[in-house]
């Protein structure tokens, strides 16, 4: 066999997609993003506008993210979507795998007109989102500060949510242990960093509920099942508001990422996706999501139209980026095979 | 015959508020073969099920030997039972099957395979002790089933329609082999079937059963010759059943008037004016001066069956069948003949 | 003519995907072909020290020149070999392409880690077209440097602990659902009319729940304030709320309830067909009714139970959500490692060497259950 194996797996996932979804040219523009109500959100204010504007209809799809998905998509051959939102992860991967089409910056408006980290070479920042301790306040009455709180199990007893696996994880547990934010991913880069992490999430290893899904965490915070958890600070507010919940979010000690825009390379609806990207980049635009969903924007104006109530509740308001972090994507795209197997191993003890 | 090893006082069985078996009264005695005769619903299938501990009368009490058993649960009745499907395991071989009574009793190992060994050879089934039923013939899982009931000689064997399944010239074998062993072994039998001539081949004794009562029982012959009433004349051998009004009464006989008229003289008494009167097909004779009674009728059809010939007449209103040897010159449809019968070959029933 | 059909569906939908994974799990040629003139390089290298300049060199054109979609998946390769290959290689590639093709480039300068021979050898093994390295990790063993087999260090994965977990749960959750489904298959058998069906839809009823809801309720009925732990507790069974849920005894409940049915259905289909006189036979013949069941309904049920075992399990081990979602620390399953490392990393060897490995398992129990039913009743006679 002169083509790989990988790519002979590819193509077939191509041909049974292709039977479907009919010659990759004559489709509409394809949207993908991550479902849920985040994905009616984006409808409400990106999707059904630009097609109303532009005449461009929009074909939407959800995923759940993970870069085996994309790499999959690319070697089949004839991709089937257009536009997506990826985590910092897949951003990186696939920039390094050519996978992506460039991003004209120009066109969004300047790499002035956004936040840094939210600025690369194949992709445009979408939404901050960031991971926070967040607990519920009519249940626990008390000032809770960041992560050495959530591992005083005596002072708080009952019983902690994190994430199943080891991003986040490990850079909870350090700055748990004291080890200030900025240098949470230097130390990780040592063999002792990392061994320190774990001795820390030895210590509360059994009073640890690890969920999987987003609305784990507040389900179980609510039903009194978790004292304490980290949890995605947009889901909180949105359950504070719609479920008339009372969950308090410690911003100390969060640990934020971008989910960014990006056009797979080679698609023919090129032209039509840059036009969307940069149309869900307007600060305009994009001052319409938080009031609905607290995320940051990458819009650096964006911030002058929201109210105050609002912008507190953002990830990147400046009080709440005090003591934060930010997840480091080269450091997991590199380490995130061996840790997990690490931490399955920890697990499994 | 010797005394009652089963008896049925006042048994009655009811599913919800359908009685089935009302205020039975029946024996069986030690080392009859007697059988239970029914149309479908009948309840003779009930009173076997209650025999054998299957179903639980709803009152009146059971005995065997004296004592009651209708408490005791089936497995403790020590009845065999043969069923209709033969109810072989399919999972056992023939020799597992049949030894599977004797292993229930905790027969010590080296005895059950002497006794299964026995048992198959008076069967001439030994040879194929270690096959599994499916690979059996019929025939041959029918004398399974009866072996493995027999090997633990069980007081009385019940048997539910063992041979409905079987093809005819299989089942009469089947019957003769049955009742040879039913003698050879001096079996007690209570054998259910809706067969009538199954019941008359084999039975001591028939009790035939019509919604949920016993309507008759005897020996074959008092239940054919002298049915006791129209329901068992219809239902046992085939009949003329004729009504007719009593217009004369003497010491030992009646003066009848037959529908349409023509009068016969029967034996017997009887208080009712409405009655009929049973005459077998067999008993009714063409052109017999010499018997006591006649009618004038006409030849409607003559069908050969073999070994006889079935003549159907009408005189008058009446519609009637008789059987005669095939070595008679055949009537010709369409003539006038004379039908003669005896008195004492007349049946007279009130009920 | 008429198998035609057949055979393209067997050929497309079995044994291609077979073969992919088989060649997915122990094809390793990602490397070789996006850097063909560096494996000529190592070709004659011992595999000691650091290899001449000839081979920095070759690295560097072969990266120069190389496509930017092949080099992804091998540099993702050899990252998983050695964590932090992939930014070694992205600066290297980046310093390569700032001299001319030919001109000499010093590595070492470049980034120090190429003064390192285990980054050397994790090349040099990466450029052969086969490897067994997978298919030993999926069971965390690797090749030490001189090219033996051996144990991972401890603490380093869990794939072998993980595999046996699956078993487990898949093993426990088959004898719960045949502890619960015969007795329940053979009460439908026993009704009739409305009853059976009402018994029938309950139980195929986990089947047309969406899991997600299928889930929360497990979650809402089990937790320490759930609807259980309050019956229980108000019922003075114990004093304190029994831990129910995110550890094993959720996954357990969770999964026995949604593959009840894949047992329960066999067994129907089994005993139901059993003649309804056997039992009657096997009493009227002095059995009592437990040693009747035992002696003829259980053996002739085998073929349902066997049956309904076999499918149990083999859905089994292939959970993944469930686990995840109502399991603790350590009820995640073998299949949650797959889709890590297919979906997340794209890690297609290590994901297909997992997946030959369940294969693997399912085969030897599919032999083994050929095996039973043909032998006709396992037990009882």
């Known amino acids: 066999m002169g083509i790989s194996g990988s790519s002979s797996f590819l193509a077939a996932v191509a041909i049974i997609t292709g039977l479907s979804s009919g010659v990759a040219a004559a489709r509409d523009l394809t949207v993908v993003s991550w479902g849920g109500n985040y994905q009616d959100v984006q409808r409400e204010i990106y999707f059904e506008p630009f097609s109303e504007q532009n005449e461009t209809p929009i074909l939407e799809e959800s995923w759940n993210g993970g870069y085996g998905v994309l790499a999959a998509q690319m070697q089949g051959g004839a991709p089937s979507w257009d536009v997506i939102q990826v985590e910092a992860e897949e951003l990186e991967l696939g920039c390094f795998d050519g996978i992506y089409e460039t991003i004209d910056w120009e066109m969004m408006g300047g790499e002035d007109q956004f936040f840094d980290s939210t600025v690369s070479e194949c992709g445009v920042g979408a939404i901050v989102w960031s991971t926070v301790l967040a607990y519920d306040g009519d249940r626990l009455d008390a000032e809770i500060d960041g992560w050495e709180d959530f591992w005083d199990i005596e002072t708080y007893p009952g019983s902690r949510g994190l994430r199943r696996g080891p991003k986040l994880t490990l850079e909870i547990a350090l700055m748990a242990d004291g080890v200030p934010p900025e240098d949470v991913y230097d130390t990780l880069r040592t063999d002792e960093g990392v061994d320190r992490a774990f001795a820390k999430l030895d210590e509360i290893k059994n009073d640890i509920v690890w969920w999987e899904a987003g609305a784990q965490p507040l389900q179980l915070l609510a039903s009194g099942e978790l004292a304490m958890t980290a949890a995605y600070s947009g889901r909180i507010f949105a359950a504070n508001e719609t479920e008339d919940r009372n969950f308090e979010v410690v911003w100390n000690g969060s640990i934020y990422a971008v989910d960014s825009w990006v056009v797979l390379s080679g698609s023919p609806n090129k032209d039509a996706a840059m036009e969307f990207i940069r149309f869900a980049s307007l600060a305009e635009n994009q001052a319409k999501m938080p009031p609905e969903i607290p995320y940051g924007m990458s819009n650096v104006d964006v911030s002058n139209m929201l109210s105050d109530d609002v912008l507190e509740q953002l990830p990147t308001a400046p009080a709440n980026l005090e003591g934060a972090l930010e997840t480091d994507v080269n450091f997991w795209v590199d380490n995130v095979e061996e840790l997990t197997g690490r931490f399955n191993a920890w697990l499994a003890q | 015959m010797s005394a009652s090893l089963i008896r049925f006082e006042n048994v009655s069985k009811a599913f919800g508020s359908t009685v089935v078996i009302d205020d039975l009264n029946l024996d069986v005695r030690k080392g009859e073969f007697l059988t239970l005769l029914g149309p479908s619903g009948s309840g003779k299938t009930t009173t076997l099920l209650m025999l054998a501990g299957f179903e639980a009368p709803s009152g009146g009490t059971i005995l065997v030997d004296g004592k009651r058993i209708d408490d005791l649960p089936a497995h403790r009745r020590g009845m065999g039972v043969v069923f209709q499907n033969y109810a072989l395991f399919p999972h056992l071989t023939v020799a597992q099957n049949v030894a599977f009574p004797l292993q229930m009793r905790g027969v010590p190992r080296g005895e059950i395979a002497r006794r299964v060994d026995a048992a198959l050879d008076r069967v001439q089934l030994r040879h194929l002790s270690s096959r599994k039923p499916s690979q059996l013939s019929g025939g041959q899982q029918q004398r399974v089933a009866l072996t493995r009931c027999l090997v633990f000689e069980p007081k009385v064997i019940l048997m539910d329609e063992p041979l409905s399944a079987l093809d005819k010239q299989l089942r009469e074998r089947l019957q003769l082999e049955i009742r040879e062993l039913y003698r050879r072994e001096g079996l007690t039998v209570v054998f259910v079937t809706h067969d009538q001539s199954e019941a008359l081949t084999m039975s001591d004794r028939i009790a035939v059963f019509n919604r949920g009562a016993i309507a008759q029982i005897g020996t074959p012959a008092d239940i054919y010759d002298r049915p006791a009433n129209r329901f068992v004349s219809e239902f046992i051998g085939e009949t003329n059943l004729l009504e007719a009004e009593v217009t004369g009464r003497g010491d030992d006989h009646l003066d009848l008037a037959l529908e349409g008229g023509p009068g016969i003289r029967v034996p017997g008494r009887c208080e009712d004016r409405a009655v009929a009167v049973s005459i077998r097909p067999e008993r009714l004779v063409l052109d017999a001066p010499e018997l006591d009674n006649h009618l004038d009728a006409t030849v409607d059809d003559v069908v050969y069956q073999g070994n006889h010939l079935r003549i159907h007449l009408s005189c008058g209103p009446l519609r009637l069948v008789a059987q005669s040897e095939r070595r008679i010159e055949p009537p010709v449809v369409g003539r006038k003949v004379r039908v003669s019968f005896a008195a004492e070959d007349c049946t007279v029933l009130t009920e | ?381």
């Not at chain 3, 998946?73 to 590639?93: C, E, H, K, Y």
């Not at chain 3, 009460?187 to 009402?198: C, D, E, M, Q, S």
């Not at chain 3, 929360?216 to 732990?229: C, D, F, H, R, S």
């Not at chain 3, 294969?359 to 129990?365: G, R, S, V, Y």
Request: glycine share 8%.
């Open chain 3, 1 to 381: 003519m008429l198998i035609a059909p057949l055979v393209v569906f067997l050929a497309v939908f079995m044994l291609w995907p077979l073969w992919i994974m088989i060649s997915l799990a122990i094809r390793d040629d990602e490397v070789s072909e996006v850097l063909p003139r560096t494996a000529a390089a190592l070709a004659d290298w011992n595999g000691e020290g650091i290899p001449g300049s000839a081979a920095g060199q070759a690295l560097a054109d072969d990266l120069r020149g190389a496509e930017r979609t092949r080099l992804g998946p091998a540099v993702r390769r050899l990252n998983s070999d050695i964590s932090g290959f992939r930014t070694l290689m992205a600066r290297t590639q980046r310093a390569a392409d700032d001299v001319t093709d030919g001109a000499p480039i010093d590595l070492v300068a470049v980034d120090e880690r190429w003064g390192e021979t285990r980054y050397w050898r994790a090349i040099a093994n990466a450029v052969q077209p086969y490897t067994d390295r997978y298919l030993l990790a999926a069971v965390d063993l690797e090749r030490d440097p001189d090219g033996a087999i051996a144990s991972m260090p401890e603490g380093a994965s869990a794939n072998a602990a993980i595999i046996v977990r699956t078993f487990t749960i898949a093993g426990t959750v088959t004898a719960i659902c045949v502890m619960i489904g015969l007795p329940y298959a053979m009460l439908i058998a026993a009704t009739g009319g409305w009853v059976r069906n009402a018994l029938l839809l309950s139980v195929l009823l986990p089947l047309w729940t969406s899991l997600l809801v299928r889930t929360t309720a497990w979650v809402i009925l089990l937790q320490n304030e759930g609807l259980v732990n309050a019956a229980i507790t108000g019922l003075g069974l114990s004093d304190t709320p029994l831990s129910l849920i995110f550890n094993r005894t959720g996954v357990v409940i969770a999964m026995t309830h949604v593959l009840l049915p894949f047992m329960v259905l066999p067994i129907f289909s089994v005993v139901n067909a059993i003649p309804r006189n056997l039992m009657p036979a096997a009493a009227s013949l002095g059995a009592p009714p437990l040693r009747a069941f035992y002696r003829v309904l259980l053996p002739l049920s085998m073929p349902g139970v066997l049956a309904g075992s076999l499918l149990v399990f083999m859905v089994a081990i292939g959970y993944y959500i469930t686990p995840a979602l109502v399991g603790g620390a350590d009820d995640q399953m073998v299949a949650s490692v797959i889709a890590f490392f297919a979906l997340e990393t794209a890690n297609w060897g290590m994901a297909g060497a997992l997946g030959l490995i369940l294969l693997a398992a399912t085969t030897i129990l599919f032999i083994v259950y050929g095996r039973l039913s043909r032998s006709g009743a396992p037990i009882g006679a």
